[in-house]
């Protein structure tokens, strides 16, 4: 079953403009991450945070952790038409082995 | 970061045949592999923890014997879709992590486009 729901679940955006995309998550969680996905491609690890966490950045990205409200956000800066593709929260319960369960996804287009 | 290779690709069958679709962990020792599913536009559905040694995990809802799992060593686990209908035509992706020492983050292969006609 799935566990995080995206929103928006469509994002189209210019491009050097930021892209917000919102997580919420039912069930306590060890750590959330993201992903991002080309079209017809696997996935690619984006950014982690742990539920100790509040906020982390990478590079254009920034993510924040809201655990009272089972809630991630994440931003992307600046963003370019290559940040084009859909990206997924997913959430880990337990340890290193656990499954990861994702959210529905957000296809973000952005115009160059 | 990690390489997962999945192979292949792309696979046409036809219906009643099987398929097999591999998993490699190309740097690193995983002892544990997961195997998706995901519809066009949609998530990724968990279909199984594949275990090396042992039995794979399967998700509720997920036929065994229809989607037979086998991780016979440290780098590989395949996935063979038997008797394949056109009903499983998907996005099938596999996905591990480098040992505990490595992080928590998945590494994913690049997915297996399966129709079967």
């Known amino acids: 079953s799935q566990q995080g729901e995206e929103d928006p679940q469509a994002l189209s955006i210019q491009e050097g403009e930021n892209a917000t995309m919102n997580c919420s998550y039912k069930?306590?969680?060890?750590?959330l991450q993201w992903y991002r996905q080309n079209s017809g491609r696997g996935l690619v690890h984006l950014i982690l945070?742990?539920?100790?966490?509040r906020e982390k950045h990478s590079g254009r990205l920034r993510v924040t952790l809201d655990t009272s409200k089972k809630s991630s956000s994440l931003l992307i800066t600046a963003s370019r038409a290559a940040d084009t593709a859909s990206y997924f929260c997913a959430t880990v319960l337990g340890g290193a082995n656990s499954k990861l369960t994702f959210g529905k996804g957000i296809t973000l287009s952005v115009r160059p | 970061g990690a390489v997962v290779s999945q192979h292949p690709s792309r696979v046409i069958c036809k219906s009643g045949t099987s398929v097999k679709i591999e998993c490699r962990s190309l740097d690193f020792q995983a002892t544990t592999m997961f195997w998706y599913r995901q519809f066009p536009k949609q998530s990724l559905m968990l279909m199984a923890t594949?275990?090396?040694?042992?039995?794979?995990?399967?998700e509720q809802g997920v036929e065994k014997d229809k989607f037979l799992i086998n991780h016979a060593s440290l780098t590989l686990s395949t996935l063979t879709v038997t008797s394949a209908h056109p009903e499983d035509s998907s996005f099938y992706i596999c996905?591990?992590?480098?040992?505990?020492?490595?992080?928590?983050?998945?590494?994913f292969g690049q997915g297996t486009r399966l129709t079967v006609v």
């Open positions: 945070i742990r539920s100790n966490e």
């Open positions: 594949s275990n090396e040694g042992s039995k794979a995990t399967y």
């Open positions: 069930t306590s969680i060890n750590n």
């Open positions: 996905s591990a992590r480098p040992p505990e020492t490595g992080g928590p983050e998945a590494f």
